[in-house]
């Protein structure tokens, strides 16, 4: 990766400013460690998260010996820039207790690879932009302009190909065949279901929270 902008940092007397790591496919907290103005420049620079070790008090690539590295997704300093939040994506645990967090108090194993659906918010801030600026040029804001039918009409569309691309991958597994291109073209197809039901929700005014909050209250019955 390109290497990114170092934020203005108000460092401790000790020269040192703690550091936040989250996920950046969920949001989870992974750990809090300190970096000096080394680490940070490293950090930056290199596209892999570095602190500084206070036991050892020298640079430490997080993951240097045990290979889960943390794989830089942003850098940001707070309001006073006296603490930074890191969001990674972690390869492996990040505990060294074999844990997915350091905040993982009852020891159990870190989960598989989260599915990255935290960047369904991202999405969802563009296509709210679209609907409220409705920029010349934009499929999405030409969507909107359709109204609820030119917009459900796709979503339609988009729910009968995923029907299908389903079936064309069935039927490759079923005759034992490569699936590689029905699995990709499958992936298209429900991407592009779930970005227009989103833009059908924009179109309605209705935020995804309340579709998640139906999925949480059909979950607990």
Not at 23 to 31: C, H, I
Not at 54 to 62: A, C, E, G, I, N
Not at 123 to 136: F, G, N, V
């Amino acid at each position: 990766m390109s290497p990114v902008a170092v934020p203005d940092v108000a460092f401790g007397p000790d020269g040192l400013v703690p550091v936040v790591v989250q996920d950046a496919a969920d949001g989870r907290v992974l750990m809090l460690a300190w970096m000096d103005a080394e680490a940070l420049t490293a950090t930056a620079a290199l596209g892999e998260v570095h602190f500084h070790s206070r036991s050892r008090d020298r640079l430490w690539r997080k993951g240097e010996t045990s290979g889960n590295v943390l794989r830089l997704v942003a850098l940001s300093a707070d309001c006073d820039g006296d603490a930074l939040l890191i969001t990674a994506d972690p390869i492996g645990p990040t505990c060294h207790r074999g844990t997915r967090s350091c905040f993982d108090l009852d020891g159990a194993p870190a989960r598989g690879a989260t599915h990255g659906f935290a960047w369904l918010e991202s999405l969802w801030a563009i296509i709210a932009d679209r609907a409220a600026t409705r920029p010349e040029g934009s499929y999405t804001a030409r969507l909107l302009d359709g109204g609820v039918d030119a917009v459900a009409r796709k979503v339609t569309e988009e729910a009968t190909e995923v029907l299908i691309a389903a079936k064309d991958d069935a039927v490759a597994a079923s005759a034992g065949s490569e699936r590689e291109a029905t699995r990709e073209a499958l992936a298209g197809e429900t991407a592009d279901l779930l970005y227009h039901a989103l833009v059908l929700l924009a179109e309605r005014d209705l935020q995804p929270a309340a579709v998640i909050e139906a999925l949480r209250a059909r979950h607990l019955r």
